[in-house]
């Protein structure tokens, strides 16, 4: 049974969003480890239930986000959301279509402004959940999507060629997103994967044209190889990388991140929850269904999972230090990498959505970062992050001319 409803009229009216929010942050709450968690209704009931034993404010009543960040020179909500899970393909079915869009509006209530799709999660299909829930509130928020795969733009299946950055596809594939997105503009548009095959200042020539057009604003690129980054900034210059970041994968930390530094550009971390295992609801009992991706991936292993347990007990343990949940632990770490770091957690589920939106509350002292930062660096994570063709396109230079 979902716990996100809709009315007859196929979505919630803003006092029935507010009544599903209420339901949402109790349920989130309930998730806390150690017993620490209390409902927002609680907490106001009893203001001082609303702190830890070591006095720190509670996380758990968050409901609006409030925070922003900049990527470049875009402003977003310091915590995003991602979609690639709201079509259902990636972990298994969703309740409905209907309740995704109720979710993605309920977020924009809530603070979130900040959304990151792309033509091929469906494909096409998680841009045009991303559009539908939209309507009425585009000027609010800010799109990211992608492009690079061998996608046919009239009928969503996939090419031979796996990857295709060929000037004339991007546009195809530019002028596809925004019909879908119901818009007139994409705020982030990146390249998904780096194309062997295409020297990225032919890329990066092509979205300035598009950036001229006004069809584009900011541009940048995902799991690209660190001179491609260098050659495509010369062209025009990068808003945001977009790598996979977590505790539970955390390569960018001496690679790509240092080169953001030096350039001036924004992260934004996928899969900043490690697909799921730093929320700790997984387990070396879990079993996932058939069709889920993570059924692919090597760390998730029986025998990986059992031996990468004492990262979830390290964040068990800060959870309970906090009065938080392991999932907020995990974003607020992320977040207090880097100031222009903004993570983009995929959800199906309210319960979540509220959870992940508390992430704002959670604060380290200098003193806790540092500790936090020395115990994670010290649990050595076993298992590849991705299935092998896929790593296979990740950190690859683009050829030159």
């Known amino acids: 049974m979902s716990d996100i409803d809709n009315t007859a009229t196929g979505g919630p009216t803003g006092s029935s969003r507010r009544r599903l929010l209420a339901g949402a942050a109790g349920l989130a709450a309930a998730s806390a480890v150690g017993g620490w968690a209390v409902s927002s209704a609680q907490a106001q009931a009893d203001p001082r239930r609303n702190t830890t034993a070591g006095g720190s404010r509670r996380v758990t009543d968050a409901v609006t986000q409030r925070g922003q960040r900049r990527l470049g020179t875009l402003k977003v909500s310091s915590l995003g959301m991602g979609t690639q899970t709201l079509p259902g393909t990636l972990y298994g079915p969703v309740t409905s279509r209907n309740d995704m869009v109720t979710l993605i509006r309920t977020a924009v209530d809530q603070g979130v402004t900040s959304f990151d799709t792309a033509e091929a999660y469906g494909p096409f299909e998680a841009e045009s959940i991303l559009g539908d829930s939209l309507r009425g509130v585009r000027d609010k928020v800010t799109i990211t999507s992608k492009f690079g795969y ?41 390249q998904h994967r780096v194309d062997p095959a295409v020297p990225i200042e032919d890329v990066a020539g092509t979205v300035k044209d598009l950036i001229r057009q006004g069809k584009v604003l900011h541009w940048g690129l995902s799991e690209p190889g660190l001179n491609t980054i260098r050659r495509a900034h010369a062209v025009q210059p990068l808003t945001a990388i977009e790598n996979e970041y977590s505790m ?45 991706f993570r059924t692919q991936v090597p760390r998730n292993s029986a025998a990986n999972m059992a031996a990468n347990m004492p990262l979830v007990q390290l964040l068990q343990d800060w959870a309970v230090r906090k009065g938080a949940t392991p999932t907020q632990i995990s974003l607020a770490w992320l977040m207090a990498q880097r100031p222009y770091i903004v993570a983009i957690p995929s959800t199906t589920r309210l319960s979540h959505l509220i959870e992940n939106i508390g992430t704002e509350q959670v604060t380290f002292t200098p003193t806790e970062i540092t500790q936090l930062n020395a115990a994670v660096a010290a649990i050595t994570i076993h298992g590849a992050r991705l299935p092998q063709a896929a790593l296979d396109m990740t950190g690859v230079e683009a050829p030159t001319r």
Do not use: Q
Not at 158 to 184: C, E, Q
Not at 276 to 291: K, L, N, V
């Open 150 to 190: 061998d996608i046919d733009p009239a009928t969503g299946t996939f090419g031979p060629a796996v990857l295709n950055s060929r000037p004339a596809h991007i546009r195809a594939a530019v002028d596809g997103m925004l019909k879908r997105l119901r818009t007139d503009r994409i705020d982030l548009l990146l």
């Open 248 to 292: 539970i994968w955390r390569g960018p930390k001496t690679s790509v991140l240092p080169l953001c530094d030096e350039l001036g550009i924004g992260f934004i971390p996928f899969s900043p929850l490690g697909a799921g295992f730093t929320t700790g609801t997984i387990s070396p009992y879990t079993r996932f269904t058939a069709g889920d």
